[in-house]
Each structure stands twice: as structure tokens, then as C-alpha cells.
């Protein structure tokens, strides 16, 4: 059974107060829970969307379908979630139906995959940079919208960094390799938090450029809204982002990436730098 409901955004910064955006959220499988669990898992979820705009602006697409596959034993509150391509993106999101709201709203899948919606569906030896712009942008949105504040961002920065590291010591090869053999290797720690440092050396080259956009965020905010297509691939959206910011910066940072067999190396002062 499918439900629509239609979120509302509304958002104000100093003197002037920005348009409304909306989006229809198709909500698929609402029916399997109490009609208390619905508004719980609603709440949840525009909560979500509407943290998500107010980072990156809305979606270029008028619906957004939710699949929800409520679990009755789990031991956090979003053990599983993913994006399922198509006519309209959307997310898949395995969930504990007995979490409480707080636990929900804390935890960073929902704004994890929606991240994912800004850009397009990369090749498995790309998912290094997929897998990172949104663990990157989890974090920011998450900070942005209060979920977080600065100490615990960096804390769950640095601990991330650590286990990318430490998976680097005994996963090893070049990082697009194991990007395209990361379930079979179970190199999830390696790939995503190799991608996430990427972009937080492209942050920290960003803020040093005379770019127009001096942001992750505002760059993927920019290209999702006027040069997104669904068959770019991961060198197209690099290209993009470069001609964005007026500068080399992703292209090169990709360069190094792509077949880099250590894990990048970024300090507390650089992770301190990045917002403040």
C-alpha cells in the first residue's frame, strides 16, 4: 500500500526568506505499521528530507519514493538502507519498528541515502567516491541541521578515519580494485572513509581557491541543480565539480585516488579546519 504526503520546506536566513519546495514522498509498505508507528517513521523521515534541503538544496525531482521494511528484532535503529534507482530515485530503509524517535533521528543512514540522490549511479571501482561524498555529506547535514554539534562531528569524523585506516594495514591493493571487490573483500571501512577523506582535502583546497563555491555542500548543491544526468560517470562529475569550483582541484585529487594503495593521512588541526 502506497501513501503520498507532501513535505514542505520553508526556510529563513537574516532579511530574506527563501521559496517553498516540495516534494511528494511515496511511502510504500506504511500500512504494516500502527498508525503511531506511521507518524514516528513520517516524522523520521521528513525530518530527513527537509535537513537534507536545507544542506543541499531540493531534489530536482518532484516524488520521492520511501520503502519501508520495518524489522521486529534489531540491534540499532537502521541496520540496513540503500538507494533504488529509477524513473524516481529513491530509498530503501530497513529499520527497527520498536526505535524511539530520538534513536532514529540520530542515526545517519536516512541522511546517508539521501545524500546519494545528488548524484548519479557511479561503477563499482567508483564507489570509493560515491560511498564518500555521502558519508561526507551525512556528517555535514547532520551538523548543519543540529543533529550533531561540532565536537561529535569531529569525533565521528576522526573515529571513522581510523577504521579506514586500520582496514588499509590488511586490505591492500589499489583503491579502485578494492572498491570494485568491496563486498566479496568486506572492505566497507577502507572505501568509504578513503572516499570521505577525499573530499575533506578537496574542503580544505576549496577554501584556499578563489572558487565561487567554497563548499562540498554548495558544489553538489549547484551541479544536482543544473547539470545532473543520470548516465554521468564518476570522471563526468569530476569534471563538473571542477568547472563549478574554476579550478583543477577534483581532477587532480582523483588522480591520486584512484589507484592509491595507503590511506590518506589527515590531521586533528586539518579535520578543525574545515568549518570553522
Known amino acids: 500500500m502506497k501513501l503520498f504526503r507532501c513535505v514542505l520546506l520553508l526556510c529563513s536566513l537574516s532579511a530574506f526568506v527563501c521559496p517553498v519546495f516540495a516534494v511528494e514522498i511515496d511511502y510504500?509498505?506504511?500500512?504494516?505499521?500502527?498508525?503511531?508507528?506511521?507518524?514516528?517513521?513520517?516524522?523520521?523521515?521528513?525530518?530527513?528530507?527537509?535537513?537534507?534541503?536545507?544542506?543541499?538544496?531540493?531534489?530536482?525531482?518532484?516524488?520521492?519514493?520511501?520503502t519501508l521494511k520495518p524489522r521486529y528484532f534489531a540491534f540499532e535503529p537502521v541496520p540496513w538502507a540503500s538507494v533504488k534507482r529509477g524513473q524516481n530515485d529513491?530509498?530503501?530503509?530497513?529499520?527497527?519498528?520498536?526505535a524511539s524517535t530520538q534513536s532514529l533521528l540520530k542515526d545517519w543512514s536516512l541522511y546517508h541515502e539521501l545524500a546519494h540522490l545528488y548524484h548519479p549511479l557511479f561503477s563499482y571501482d567508483n564507489f570509493w567516491l560515491s560511498e564518500g561524498l555521502a558519508t561526507y555529506l551525512q556528517n555535514?547535514?547532520?551538523?548543519?541541521?543540529?543533529?550533531?554539534?561540532?565536537?561529535?562531528?569531529?569525533?565521528r569524523l576522526k573515529a571513522g578515519l581510523q577504521r579506514g585506516a586500520l582496514q588499509t594495514n590488511h586490505i591492500t591493493g589499489p583503491l579502485n580494485i578494492v572498491s570494485d571487490n568491496m563486498w566479496s573483500l568486506n572492505a566497507q571501512q577502507r572505501v568509504y572513509w578513503s572516499g570521505t577523506a577525499f573530499f575533506i582535502q578537496a574542503q580544505l583546497a576549496?577554501?584556499?581557491?578563489?572558487?565561487?563555491?567554497?563548499?562540498?555542500?554548495a558544489l553538489v548543491k549547484k551541479y544536482q541543480?543544473?547539470?545532473?544526468?543520470?548516465t554521468h560517470s564518476a570522471k563526468q562529475f569530476i569534471a563538473h565539480l571542477d568547472k563549478l569550483s574554476q579550478s583543477a582541484i577534483f581532477s587532480t585529487l582523483y588522480s591520486?585516488?584512484?589507484?592509491?594503495t595507503d590511506f590518506p593521512k589527515i590531521s586533528n588541526l586539518q579535520l578543525s579546519q574545515l568549518r570553522f
Open 225 to 230: 541543480s543544473c547539470c545532473k544526468h543520470p
Open 206 to 217: 576549496l577554501k584556499k581557491h578563489n572558487s565561487p563555491y567554497k563548499t562540498i555542500e
Open 90 to 98: 529513491g530509498i530503501e530503509l530497513h529499520f527497527h519498528r520498536y
Open 140 to 155: 555535514i547535514i547532520m551538523l548543519n541541521n543540529g543533529v550533531v554539534d561540532h565536537q561529535e562531528f569531529l569525533m
Open 256 to 260: 591520486q585516488y584512484i589507484k592509491r
Open 28 to 66: 510504500i509498505n506504511l500500512s504494516k505499521l500502527t498508525h503511531e508507528r506511521q507518524n514516528k517513521v513520517k516524522n523520521w523521515v521528513e525530518h530527513g528530507v527537509r535537513s537534507t534541503f536545507v544542506t543541499l538544496g531540493p531534489l530536482n525531482q518532484k516524488r520521492l519514493p520511501v
